[in-house]
């Protein structure tokens, strides 16, 4: 028996089976620098859904509300208190920053688990959904840091850096940290458990090709849509904690 | 994803089952056979190598794999790439920053503006109608309360009639028993008259009758 060459036939097989692609991008060169195209291109499909589907219902608004105008208005509403419970009165201006991150999440991760994604053969590695990507998490997390610095230092001016020795000064280390681990937390929450989701349902349906998948991905779609939810709350209890006045 | 280990454990499970000759990797050339028989044809290790027995075997081929470069393994089995961080960081901000201006200037702005408008307008009838509502009020109590006086008034009236007319009726009453009274003395003063009178007749009779009957009873006297 050739052990060697047989084993790897045999990975090889389990690799067409499973065809389980973590890690797997498809490469685009800008300039001198690589991209994941895959996410570049489902983000694309993220974006048109959202402005779509709002310029559809949102044209000629009436005072009575048709369906698809009083379900944005709901989605507007539910983002207003929430902005409003976490950032106190001042919430107004923020209201597109929050909305947006909490839509763009949203409608990623429902896109990843819904959109029949795999009909769309790519050359390199698959489509799905945009936050399963490091990129992503990370670059909305790390737009949140930068919202909530500016939502501080356009409020206080240089007595923001006051804070960071509230309420002692030992405590100044932990608060400097905090300043890391807050966008750290948000983005490796969101990748974790997309990419984390994706990867059972994926091996389940590999596995177990029959209904046993479908629970676990109900599951995905409660916890992904979780997930937004979270998020969005996050940043909005940052930017009003750093907004917020003397205690 | 660790290949290799796969590879070790899978060859560590085959290496008791496994006693035919390994075909050589092209990287790799081992003989399963000692090296001390050379007639069969094989081609012989150098010396170093005739050390490998056969249970050493699946532990070197794990080693050898782990530290070759894997050309034909390479090309089926890529490294996962899961913290690869590109312009597709900045792409995707920049990407999120266009369309959160795009949904401000579509969604959030309009529609928050007519819904804050429409609250406006629905708080201003509302509070409209409670100010008509406290000028009804107001009226109706205005009205009760004339109601309440027209009635006392009526009532007052009314009392003081009766009482008017009970105290007349009281004195007619009164001048009524007066009289009869009056005519009721005099009449039982007559009686008595008449009494006295008819006593005195009967006297003046009663003395003339007893002597007539004492004459009568007595014709001899």
Same mark, same amino acid.
């Given at each position: ?24 991008? %498809? ?158 937390? %948000? ?7 997309? %990419? ?52 | ?221």
């Amino acid at each position: 028996m050739n052990v060697i060459p047989c084993s790897i036939k045999t990975l090889k097989g389990l690799y067409d089976i499973s065809g389980v692609e973590v890690g797997q991008h %498809l490469y685009w060169q800008i300039g001198g620098l690589q991209i994941h195209a895959q996410v570049l291109i489902t983000s694309w499909v993220v974006i048109a859904i959202l402005l779509g589907s709002v310029i559809i219902a949102v044209r000629n608004p009436q005072t009575i509300p048709t369906n698809g105008q009083n379900f944005f208005e709901y989605i507007l509403e539910f983002i207003r208190d929430l902005s409003k419970t976490q950032i106190g009165e001042e919430y107004g201006p923020w209201v597109p920053f929050i909305g947006t991150m909490f839509l763009f999440i949203f409608v990623s991760n429902w896109s990843g688990a819904l959109l029949p994604w795999k009909i769309i053969q790519l050359p390199h590695g698959e489509l799905a959904a945009p936050t399963n990507d490091i990129n992503t998490t990370v670059a909305l997390a790390l737009l949140t840091s930068v919202a909530y610095f500016y939502a501080g230092l356009s409020k206080k001016g240089l007595g923001y850096f006051g804070k960071y020795i509230q309420p002692t000064p030992i405590l100044l280390p932990i608060n400097i940290l905090e300043d890391f681990t807050k966008p750290l937390s %948000l983005s490796f929450r969101l990748f974790g458990n997309i %990419l984390a989701d994706e990867l059972v349902v994926v091996v389940l349906v590999s596995l177990v090709p029959s209904v046993v998948p479908i629970p676990v991905m109900f599951l995905g779609l409660f916890t992904s849509g979780i997930q937004a939810l979270i998020f969005a709350t996050l940043a909005a209890a940052y930017i009003g904690e750093s907004m917020e006045g003397h205690h | 994803m660790s290949c290799t280990a796969t590879i070790a454990s899978s060859l560590s499970f085959t290496s008791t089952t496994c006693r035919r000759v390994i075909r050589p990797l092209p990287a790799i050339r081992m003989s399963a056979e000692d090296s001390d028989r050379p007639s069969l044809g094989r081609p012989l290790l150098p010396p170093p190598f005739r050390l490998l027995t056969f249970r050493s075997l699946p532990i070197a081929a794990a080693v050898a794999l782990a530290t070759s470069p894997l050309p034909a393994l390479a090309e089926q089995i890529e490294k996962a790439a899961l913290f690869d961080f590109n312009l597709t960081l900045p792409a995707i901000a920049i990407e999120f920053l266009l369309l959160m201006v795009a949904l401000d200037k579509i969604y959030f702005t309009p529609l928050g503006k007519f819904m804050d408008e429409r609250d406006a307008a629905i708080r201003g009838k509302l509070t409209d109608v409670k100010d008509v509502s406290a000028e009804v009020k107001q009226l109706e109590e205005q009205a009760a309360a004339v109601m309440k006086a027209a009635r006392a008034e009526i009532s007052a009236a009314l009392n003081q009639m009766k009482k008017e007319t009970t105290e007349e009726l009281e004195k007619k009453l009164a001048e009524g028993r007066k009289r009869v009274e009056a005519e009721l003395a005099e009449a039982l003063q007559n009686l008595e008259r008449q009494k006295d009178e008819t006593i005195k007749a009967l006297d003046s009779q009663i003395a003339a009758l007893s002597d007539e009957i004492v004459k009568k009873v007595l014709p001899s006297v």
